[in-house]
């Protein structure tokens, strides 16, 4: 039969095994294709980012319009070192030191943070008292917030006892300013007294603001005092005397206390600037205050309380001393009495100017061992050392007094008293001195800090800081943005870019069909079973799928010289990857050109094709012709395409497989192939049955269709390894349904085809 083809489309006989392939790249095109698979996975992804993007910001703004506004309140203390007290004995100055030593900054840091000092700030303003008004959950306080018509109270009293702290009470506006006192809607148990009762949501007491009402839970008194009250009627306050420790803590964790501008270790400025943050500045300037107050009470109580407890000490030695002191001048003057006036000797001087000066030393070493038992232990190094010390002095005053002792009676003698009534005016001197400079001190230096800066709030709050939240949320939904589209294109792992078969598998792909919004309304109307033709390349010509499969007909024609018959089998590795809807519209575009073209649905299993050409059903086709139930001319069906008919499939049979291995499929080939130029065959998939690998060992060309997305690579590999395996050859890959990603060669040159049209009467 001589072609009706024109010579443009004829055959032509290439050298070689007439497979058509494109060069492979190296390292570099690798390196581009995984950079550009990766930009396509975000590309392919952006409406998951753009939504991710979207709602963390709108996270972000609902949490800066949710959150408290924190003000911060800062001041300043100084630290005074103490004054030197140079002209004071060295018994005074050892005292001294123990209430007036210099602490360093971390000391004084703890105890601003101690639960002495702010336990009484917590008392003192009632810091352990919560009354505010129950509103609607999670967004009922930003709501509320900033209008002046807000449900507000101010409790003055609520004496609850300390079993009863934590326990929530509620207070209820009622009509006319006034208000209900209820009991908690849940109490646990607290023992209490004999008969005690614990009534739950009752009213314990009903009064107005400014009365003292008094009520009795569990056989307990409780006392309450509101103020201010500003509600409209059945609104609810809660009431809760918290836990002290519970509020100290909270105080705590709300302060910040450091030295300031110390810049060098060892080095200390004695200044500490303190922070303290709240919701409301003016409530936060007066708890600062009164921290810094409370910190500077207790400073002076501490000192006031050693000095005084000191000198009470000294007062109660001074008797005994006195004692002593007129003890032995009474004796010293009755002895000059009884043996007249002694003069001392030089040596026996020497000697009593030595043991009087041991003796000071003694005496004053045994006062300090006395101040450090209040603080260490006997056996402790410290007090160790100073019984070492003492043991010495005594050891040498023994040795002064072996040298008195050889002296005569009377001198030795009159040594001893004079040496014990100089010792003795010595220490009552020194005790009336310092009682006299504790007494100065007590007044004078009970308190070495001071205020340098009252606390004073700003007018901005420092939380939430608007700016780089919204600018975390934005950075943090970009990042959940990339990682939901990275997740995406990793769990679907289905080929997007064609030119990974081409290097992965040596697979040349011909031709990549970009999706098309047009075919999406003709599959519509296949599904419903509409009555019509819905071929795109009837419909719409110009569309760029079509254009692509005019593509691929000029690509076969370089590509078909050395084919042993002019039949084109179309598969796929699974069902819905477009077989049907390639082998419909592509013969479409062949007998566009002139060509004689018979289109045959060979899927005898779930074929359709016959709905893409309008056929009411299937019956009368393949599976007829092959059984020998009818001949092949009898079952085609001619279409409004001049030059192209159309085989259905027939009945459905029960062994399609058996059915083309019989020699009826091979001469139904064999028969068309001598009178179409073209014949194109609509095969099974490949990989769940071997249907099409029994079509294509009796066609010359066989098509591979992958679906971008939807197939593995793995995948591929299998259908190329099973056809191969056959020992039929495979021309190549078409690359179906690929979106246009905005990146790349391609997309340009969808671009450019979407502008430039192909009219009806180009066929080339």
Known sequence: ?????????????????????????????????????????????????????????????????????????????????????????????????????????????????????????????????????????????????????????????????????????????????????????????????????????????????????????????????????????????????????????????????????????????????????????????????????????????????????????????????????????????????????????????????????????????????????????????????????????????????????????NQQELVRLSRDVQVNTDLYTALLNNIQQLQITRVAETNNTRVVDAALAGLKPIKPKKEMLLAVFIILGLFVGVGLAMLRRALQQGVEDHRIIETKLGLPVFVTIPHSKAQEEHYRAIRESRSGRHLLALHNPDDLAIESLRSLRTMLNFTMGDTPNRAIMITGPSPKVGKSFLSGNFAVVLAQTGAQVLVVDADMRKGNLHKYFGLGNRLGGLSEVIAGLSTWKSVIHKTEVPGLHMMSTGEIPRNPTELLMSPGFANFVSDVTKEYDFVVIDAPPILPVTDATIIGSKVGTVLLVAKSRKHTLDELRACQSRIQSAGIPLKGCVFNDMLPTGLGYYDRHYLYAYHYKYGRADNT
């Open 1 to 409: 039969m001589t072609s009706s083809l024109p010579p443009s489309l004829r055959p032509v006989q290439l050298s070689g095994t007439g497979t058509f392939s494109r060069p492979k790249g190296g390292f570099d095109e690798l390196r581009e294709i995984d950079l550009r698979e990766w930009l396509m996975g975000l590309w392919s992804g952006r409406y998951l980012l753009l939504i991710s993007l979207l709602v963390f910001t709108g996270l972000g703004v609902f949490y800066i319009w949710w959150s408290t506004p924190i003000y911060q309140a800062e001041a300043l203390l100084q630290i005074v070192p103490p004054k030197s007290t140079r002209d004071s004995d060295a018994a005074y100055t050892r005292m001294e030191n123990l209430f007036s030593a210099p602490s360093d900054a971390s000391t004084e840091i703890e105890i601003l943070g101690s639960n002495l000092v702010l336990g009484r700030t917590v008392e003192a303003l009632g810091l352990d008292l919560v009354a505010k008004p129950v509103l609607f959950p999670v967004i009922g306080d930003a709501l509320e917030r900033g209008k002046a018509d807000a449900p507000r109270i101010q409790v003055d009293t609520f004496v609850v006892p300390e079993a009863m702290r934590g326990l929530a009470f509620q207070i209820v506006a009622l009509p006319g300013g006034a208000f209900a006192w209820k009991s908690p809607e849940e109490v646990p148990a607290l023992g209490g007294k004999p008969g005690a009762t614990f009534p739950k949501d009752s009213v314990l007491a009903s009064g107005r603001p400014g009365e003292l009402l008094a009520a009795t839970f569990g056989g307990e008194t409780l006392k309450l005092e509101v103020s201010q009250l500003s509600a409209k009627p059945g609104q609810v306050f809660k009431l809760v005397r918290r836990p002290l420790l519970d509020a100290i803590t909270d105080v705590r964790n709300d302060l910040e206390a450091a030295e300031k501008g110390a810049t060098q270790p060892g080095k200390s400025t004695n200044l500490l600037a303190l922070t303290f943050r709240y919701p409301n500045p003016i409530v936060a300037e007066q708890i600062l205050n009164d921290i810094m107050n409370q910190y500077i009470r207790q400073n002076m109580e501490r000192k006031s309380g050693e000095i005084a407890r000191t000198l009470d000490l000294l007062q109660k030695q001074i008797p005994e001393v006195h004692a002593r002191l007129a003890l032995a001048e009474n004796q010293l003057n009755r002895f000059r009495a009884q043996t007249g006036s002694v003069d001392i000797p030089r040596e026996a001087d020497l000697a009593l100017q030595q043991s009087t000066s041991l003796a000071a030393q003694i005496s004053a070493l045994r006062q300090k061992k006395q101040d450090l038992l209040r603080i260490y232990q006997e056996n402790s190094d410290v007090v160790s050392t100073l019984n070492a010390q003492i043991a010495k002095l005594e050891s040498e005053s023994a040795g002064v007094n072996q040298k008195v002792r050889s002296l005569p009676l």
